[in-house]
């Protein structure tokens, strides 16, 4: 009799976590629409970055001027996308982006501009965006090598 407790409780057991993973939400295709806890299909309201591409490296750049990059982005959800704000990780790179909303399907962008002067040497930066896309806090890059301008030679004066 005890044997045929276990044996019921186990199936029951089984049955119920099968249930469950029957109808637990699942994501589906790109996760613009996912199944409910009654099984149907339900659209995933909201907005999705999906960028050309989130690093650029700018290679050798001479030093002095100013070098700037455009991040090209798709909203792929299916609520308009707003970037509330973009922040660099220091002073010397200076983002601007479009503060209107992107519908879905359409691109947007965030322009990028890193200062070289007085500052030779390899660099990588990361810019932070902060929007009401299901993913909140999207990080770019910008990298490359600052080449120092080339300092003057000073000449000794001959020796008479």
């Not at 947007?108 to 890193?114: D, Q, T």
């Not at 810019?127 to 909140?136: F, G, K, M, R």
Request: glycine share 8%; charged share 15%; aromatic share 12%.
């Amino acid at each position: 009799m005890f044997k045929k407790i276990i044996f019921v409780a186990l199936c029951c057991y089984s049955a119920i976590g099968f249930a469950q993973d029957q109808f637990a939400p699942t994501m589906q295709n790109n996760g613009s629409y996912f199944v409910d806890e009654f099984g149907n299909l339900t659209e995933l309201k909201s907005a999705m970055f999906s960028f050309e591409q989130t690093e650029h490296d700018f290679g050798n750049l001479p030093e002095g001027p100013k070098a700037g990059y455009t991040f090209k982005y798709t909203n792929v959800g299916s609520q308009d996308l707003v970037i509330s704000h973009v922040q660099a990780s220091c002073g010397c790179t200076q983002p601007t982006w479009s503060k209107d909303a992107v519908a879905p399907g359409k691109t947007g962008e965030v322009f990028v501009e890193y200062n070289t002067q007085g500052r030779p040497g390899p660099f990588s930066k990361a810019i932070t965006i902060t929007s009401n896309a299901t993913e909140p806090s999207k990080v770019i890059f910008i990298k490359g090598k600052v080449e120092p301008v080339p300092q003057p030679t000073q000449e000794t004066p001959a020796q008479h």
